[in-house]
């Protein structure tokens, strides 16, 4: 059952989510729409924000990175001094894209579905997307990582379609 994305700028998208304390089976049938909505949008990553859904909660879907992978109250707990620059955009604007800069590697801890607590490193891609949903369920959306000319033109452009 696919879930409705709400679009930019929906106040859900400047909200800081709430943790999740409950880890039980009405959470893993969210996390399934969820991710059923992330697939149909399309998408590579997805935030309970994007439904209008306070839980912190986010999923992305990398071949590279094990393919889905639930996060659940993700923190990052150290960024790296080296950077990267990678298009990004969301689901909640489609077709709106542009390049940002953010750390190249990041340490995370976060929980599973089930509750269990894990801490790992992500590199390269997988760093950036998961900086970009954690932005995401801090309330941060995207466009705010952009220069002010960046976002006014993206703004621009995205308004006019």
Do not use: K, Q
């Given at each position: 059952m696919a879930l409705t994305i709400v679009r930019y700028p929906h106040p859900a998208l400047a909200t800081v989510c709430e943790p999740v304390s409950a880890f039980d089976a009405d959470l893993k049938?969210?996390?399934d729409a969820l991710y059923a909505t992330m697939i149909a949008a399309p998408g590579i990553g997805i935030t309970a924000a994007h439904v209008g859904d306070r839980r912190r909660l986010t999923i992305i879907d990398l071949p590279?990175?094990?393919?889905r992978r639930d996060f659940v109250n993700p923190v990052i707990l150290?960024?790296?001094q080296e950077t990267m620059e990678h298009e990004e955009g969301s689901v909640s604007?489609?077709?709106a894209v542009e390049k940002v800069t953010r750390p190249r590697n990041i340490t995370l801890r976060y929980q599973t579905l089930d509750g269990e607590e894990r801490q790992e490193t992500a590199s390269g891609f997988a760093a950036i997307c998961l900086q970009h949903e954690i932005d995401q369920l801090d309330g941060i959306f995207w466009l705010q990582r952009l220069?002010?000319?960046k976002r006014d033109r993206l703004l621009k452009k995205w308004q006019k379609r």
């Open positions: 049938a969210f996390a590279d990175f094990g393919g150290s960024f790296s604007m489609p077709g220069s002010r000319l």
